[in-house]
C-alpha cells in the first residue's frame, strides 16, 4: 500500500543535473511531497517540500505536474557528496512532521 | 549538543538478551520519535513523544519493543528477549514542535546472533 513509486536507482554524472522522479497517482488534496535523503551510515535529512506549487531552495527544487500524481527532484549541479537514497514520501500537513512512510526510495549514484 | 546523538552506535547482542539504546534529542526539542531501518528497506516508524508522553506506538512490532522518556528529553528504546529479525538500524529524530522539521540521528545498528 506504498503511497510513492520510485525508480530502485539512477546514475547521474557529476556536475550535470539529477532529476528524480516519483508517482503519487492517489495523492490527497491535503498532502504534501516530502523528499528526504540518507548517506550512508547516516541518517535521513529533509530536502524540500511542497504542495502544488514548484518549490526551490539551496538544496534541490521541486517539480510537481499540475494534477499532482508526479513528482521530480532536481539536483541542479550534482556533487560526489549527493551520492544517496532519495525518498519521496506524501504527508498530510497536520500529522506529526517525524511521523513520516518512507518507502524504498531511489539509490543515486554520482559518478566521476 | 549540535544534532540528535545516539549511543552505543552498534551494538551485537545474542539472541534472547535484553537490549536498550539511548537517544539524546536536540535541546529543547518537544517532539522525539524512533524508527527501525532494515537492511536495504527505508526507515519504519515505531513510535512517538511528544514531551514525556508517549502519543502514539502503532509502530512498535511486538510487546518485546518498549520505549520511554521519563523527564521529556532522554529517551530510550528497549526490546526484550532480541531475535534475529530484530537486527536492524534504529533511528532517532526530534522536532522542536509537532508540526516543524524533524532532524535524524546517526542511528543505532544493532545486530543480533
Known amino acids: 500500500d506504498a503511497k510513492t513509486t520510485q525508480p530502485p536507482s539512477m546514475d547521474c554524472a557529476e556536475g550535470r543535473a539529477a532529476n528524480l522522479p516519483c508517482n503519487h497517482s492517489?495523492?490527497?488534496?491535503?498532502?504534501?511531497v516530502y523528499w528526504y535523503r540518507q548517506i550512508h551510515s547516516q541518517g535521513p535529512q529533509y530536502i524540500i517540500h511542497?504542495?502544488?506549487n514548484n518549490e526551490t531552495n539551496e538544496m534541490a527544487s521541486l517539480i510537481i505536474t499540475e494534477d499532482r500524481k508526479s513528482s521530480t527532484l532536481i539536483l541542479p549541479h550534482a556533487t560526489l557528496r549527493d551520492t544517496a537514497v532519495y525518498y519521496c514520501?506524501?504527508?498530510?500537513?497536520?500529522?506529526?512532521?517525524?511521523?513520516?512512510?518512507f518507502g524504498a526510495g531511489t539509490q543515486v549514484v554520482v559518478t566521476p | 549538543g549540535a544534532g540528535v546523538s545516539q549511543s552505543p552506535r552498534y551494538k551485537v547482542a545474542k539472541r534472547g538478551q535484553d537490549v536498550a539504546l539511548r537517544c539524546d534529542p536536540i535541546s529543547g526539542h518537544v517532539s522525539l520519535f524512533w524508527y527501525q531501518q532494515a537492511l536495504g528497506q527505508g526507515p519504519e516508524f515505531l513510535t512517538y513523544f511528544q514531551n514525556e508522553a508517549q502519543l502514539d506506538k502503532s509502530g512498535l512490532p511486538s510487546d518485546r519493543f518498549f520505549a520511554e522518556r521519563p523527564e521529556g528529553s532522554v529517551s530510550t528504546l528497549k526490546i526484550q528477549r532480541t531475535q534475529q529479525e530484530d537486527s536492524a538500524v534504529y533511528l532517532c529524530a526530534s522536532s522542536y514542535q509537532p508540526g516543524t522539521e524533524a532532524f535524524f540521528g546517526q542511528g543505532t545498528r544493532l545486530t543480533v546472533v
Open positions: 511542497g504542495l502544488k
Open positions: 492517489t495523492i490527497s488534496g491535503n498532502e504534501y
Open positions: 514520501i506524501v504527508r498530510v500537513a497536520t500529522d506529526s512532521w517525524g511521523k513520516l512512510q
